[in-house]
């Protein structure tokens, strides 16, 4: 049984670029959680995506956006990117909105 | 803001001693507390949770207690071992989203 799946591993990108992260859950698990997580810190909700829609949100601005598709997996596109942007992006999957989180490998985005 | 205090930030035991990690929480509303470990470059692992109908939870070496009057719950882990050295982390659930502490770094010394 495959866990939560992230890709790509690593990206670099340059300041004002666009880029999309992929998450595909755990079987079974129906919800998407996008985390961000800088050195040093705990991760930091950003949203969730159940029945492909966003249901809640954290303190990102709206060049945060995301999608869950169909078969549950899910994206998220951070357009004109910041130096601070850089940081581990998390997706965690669930068999529901309140239940437990299952987290992936993440991606390192570096933003130069 | 933040919103989960966690403490120490860094902790260093003994293999065999006891390792204990403590969280406060501001939001009497919450009512999940997972506990996740991170070991270096990999996503957090969840180990324990607790709901707020209970006081306690056991798994093996590790258990969990929730104080839902004073906002606190705590990770207690027995009879150390250098693999469970990581980053700790505790969460809560508030306002229908996960909001986690600052993490602790524990060392097993052998």
């Known amino acids: 049984d495959a866990g939560v799946t992230q890709s790509p591993t690593h990206l670099i990108k340059t300041r004002g670029q666009q880029v999309t992260l992929r998450c595909s859950p755990k079987?079974?698990?129906?919800?998407v959680s996008w985390y961000q997580q800088a050195l040093g810190q705990g991760p930091q909700f950003i949203f969730q995506?159940?029945?492909?829609?966003?249901?809640q949100r954290g303190n990102f601005p709206d060049r945060f956006s995301g999608h869950q598709f169909p078969n549950y997996s899910s994206e998220l596109n951070v357009n004109a990117l910041l130096l601070g942007d850089s940081a581990l992006y998390l997706c965690?999957?669930?068999?529901?909105?309140?239940?437990?989180?299952?987290f992936g490998p993440g991606t390192r985005l570096t933003v130069t | 803001g933040e919103n989960v205090e966690q403490h120490p930030s860094t902790l260093s035991v003994q293999e065999g001693d006891s390792a204990v990690i403590k969280c406060t929480y501001s939001?009497?509303?919450?009512?999940?507390f997972p506990w996740y470990k991170q070991e270096l470059g990999k996503g957090p692992q969840l180990i324990i949770d607790i709901r707020s109908n209970v006081g306690e939870k056991k798994d093996q070496r590790i258990a969990v207690t929730l104080n839902k009057t004073a906002k606190h719950f705590s990770l207690h882990i027995t009879e150390t071992q250098p693999e469970d050295s990581a980053v700790y982390f505790c969460?809560?659930?508030?306002?229908?989203?996960?909001?986690f502490g600052a993490g602790t770094r524990l060392t097993v010394k052998p």
């Open positions: 995506y159940y029945e492909e829609e966003e249901r």
């Open positions: 969460a809560a659930e508030i306002n229908n989203d996960m909001r």
């Open positions: 079987s079974g698990h129906d919800t």
């Open positions: 965690a999957s669930s068999p529901g909105p309140h239940y437990e989180q299952y």
């Open positions: 939001d009497s509303a919450s009512n999940y």
